[in-house]
């Protein structure tokens, strides 16, 4: 197509066929405005060639509904430019799905927002998208309570102040509960004391039910062979 597709209003955008949207090349893209890139459905998004919507500036990115911008592909997200990922909105990045998420290359991964994920969507990346986040980026920007929906097998603790993802293989967890312990002595110690008192005291109660089980019938026999 030509780019006379810059003539139309957001309306007019809004109602034309998916058929003719999917032949809209970057030239075309580019050649619209942020108020004309707002009419664009989700399923006219949907059928844009990988490279359209690779074109869109990040003004035109930001001008994209959150219910838009659900319908791109992984495909499409895999397209997305640095500059592009980096202009999303907070409602956008919120926006991204699983699939989207983890479609992601390195390079957009690192520019995205990671602050404004949710913890659902940390939850959701796969070892790979978290292998591809820098360490840099995912001190500063993970928080901890989205931390703490990561999958403990792809996950790291240096401890508060250097805690970072990667995509490390799978340690069982009571080997991750030892290595934390082996390495705050102090803290596994005085852990491990309340844990041992904790035990005792439970054994101890139920001696305790036991011996009172057995001593009753006893007492019993000793009062019969009194009479």
């Known amino acids: ?19 003719t949207v999917s032949q809209w090349t970057s030239a075309d893209v580019a050649s619209l ?12 998004l949907n059928s844009l060639s990988s ?3 690779a074109a869109f500036s990040p003004s035109q990115i930001n001008a994209i509904s959150y219910n838009t911008f659900l319908a791109l592909s992984g495909a499409q997200t895999a397209n997305l430019t640095a500059t592009e990922v980096g202009a999303l909105s ?37 070892t790979t998208a978290i292998g591809n986040l820098s360490t840099a980026q995912a001190r500063a920007d993970i928080s901890a309570s989205e931390y703490a929906f990561v999958d403990p097998d792809r ?8 805690r970072h993802l990667a995509g490390v293989a799978a340690v069982p967890r009571h080997q ?11 803290v596994s110690h005085r852990r491990q004391s309340r844990i041992l008192s904790a035990e005792v005291a439970v054994q101890d109660s139920g001696r305790g039910v036991d011996r009172d089980a057995n001593q009753r019938p006893v007492a019993r026999r000793g009062r019969a062979a009194d009479r």
């Open 90 to 126: 907070t409602v956008q990045v919120q926006a991204l799905t699983p699939t989207q998420l983890n479609s992601l290359p390195s390079a957009d991964l690192n520019a995205l927002s990671v602050a404004s994920l949710t913890a659902t969507q940390v939850r959701s990346l796969d």
């Open 33 to 44: 405005s942020s108020a004309q890139v707002a009419g664009i459905t989700g399923d006219q």
């Open 155 to 162: 996950r790291v603790d240096d401890g508060p102040a250097q």
């Open 51 to 53: 490279s359209a919507v």
């Open 1 to 19: 197509m030509t780019t006379s597709v810059n003539v139309l209003t957001a309306s007019q955008i809004a109602v034309l066929p998916t058929a």
């Open 176 to 186: 991750r509960a030892v290595d934390r312990a082996a390495s705050k002595p102090d």
